[in-house]
């Protein structure tokens, strides 16, 4: 049987950081909270990204910080949406990165929007 | 974002991730499969950690063990676990010769305190009616090979009731640190269906 609670490398440590303290994500009885799998997707890629040494984790942290804090003084009465903040930070630091060019992304997103779903309009 | 004749319902963030993750692999900056391999890691080791704490715990310190079989929902209030659990916990100790294994035949009842998320295999109508019935097959079709002479029992966890297993520890894990025992003790071991 595969022991699940030590194969995931040193890096990890008891504690783990990066899900606690300031800017850290929503959890529920020790467990993440994704509402929706686009949610864990955007957690899975900035932890990959992360791992593979394109930032490191205290840069996100850092940014992310600073934009729930904006998003604190400027949402008045909307819902509070971390993953959404958590998105929008990812999108930010690698466009600022240089690593991905905010017009390629938009025109992706564009693309994928515009996929056709079985419907006939 | 969406269309007004757009019957797909799907968020634009959901897009916008999409659409990111697409690029990122293509310049080679996300290997293929990384982002699956993180969630299913943290989806695993997330939740079980709080009972992995607790095992090591109850490992290390005898007073805290014997706090814990007796009354499982106080001892576990030791520690600083997120969400309150409202139903009783109760911690049974696997011996060298008892082995317990938790199931919940009615549905999917869970530790979730302890444990976090249950796996797939948990919920599944097969481990849920055979485990009761024939439990050493199954132990040993998930592999766990036990000695005929070790007596195992089964817990059937309800709504009001929840079970952990204390595992026995490892004899090459003695004098280890709490925190590095921690790392040792696995969610299949806490379910009972590893050692």
Redesign the interface.
């Known amino acids: 049987?595969v022991?699940?609670?030590?194969d995931?490398g040193s890096e990890?440590s008891?504690l783990?950081p990066e899900?606690t303290g300031l800017g850290a994500p929503p959890?529920?009885?020790?467990?993440?909270l994704f509402e929706?799998?686009?949610q864990?997707?955007?957690?899975?890629?900035a932890?990959?990204?992360c791992?593979?040494g394109?930032f490191t984790w205290d840069d996100f942290r850092q940014l992310l910080i600073v934009n729930i804090q904006r998003w604190e003084q400027d949402s008045g009465t909307q819902t509070y949406a971390y993953?959404?903040i958590f998105?929008q930070t990812?999108?930010l630091l690698?466009v600022k990165k240089g690593?991905?060019p905010q017009a390629?992304?938009d025109n992706?997103?564009h693309?994928?929007?515009e996929r056709p779903?079985g419907?006939d309009? | 974002m969406s269309e007004p004749h757009d019957h797909h319902e799907t968020p634009p963030q959901a897009i916008r991730a999409e659409a990111l993750e697409s690029l990122l692999m293509e310049k080679g900056l996300l290997a293929a499969g990384a982002v699956d391999a993180v969630i299913a890691r943290y989806a695993e080791r997330v939740g079980p950690m709080n009972g992995a704490r607790v095992v090591a715990r109850a490992w290390c310190d005898v007073d805290f063990r014997r706090r814990l079989l007796l009354d499982g929902t106080a001892a576990i209030s030791e520690f600083d676990l997120e969400g309150g659990q409202v139903e009783k916990l109760v911690v049974v100790a696997n011996s060298a010769k008892v082995h317990n294994v938790v199931v919940c035949t009615l549905c999917s009842c869970y530790p979730w305190a302890v444990l976090g998320l249950p796996p797939t295999w948990y919920k599944d109508p097969a481990y849920r009616s055979r485990v009761v019935r024939e439990p050493r097959s199954v132990l040993r079709e998930m592999g766990l090979d036990l000695q005929d002479d070790v007596q195992i029992r089964v817990w059937d966890s309800s709504a009001e009731v929840r079970y952990m297993v204390l595992p026995e520890q490892p004899l090459d894990t003695f004098g280890m640190a709490e925190a590095d025992l921690a790392e040792r003790v696995s969610r299949d071991a806490m379910i009972g269906v590893a050692r």
């Open positions: 049987m022991d699940l609670m030590t995931a990890d008891f783990v899900l959890m529920a009885n020790g467990e993440l929706q799998p686009w864990s997707r955007a957690f899975g890629m932890r990959a990204l791992e593979a394109v993953y959404d998105l990812l999108t690698l690593l991905c390629e992304l992706r997103q693309q994928l929007a779903h419907h309009h």
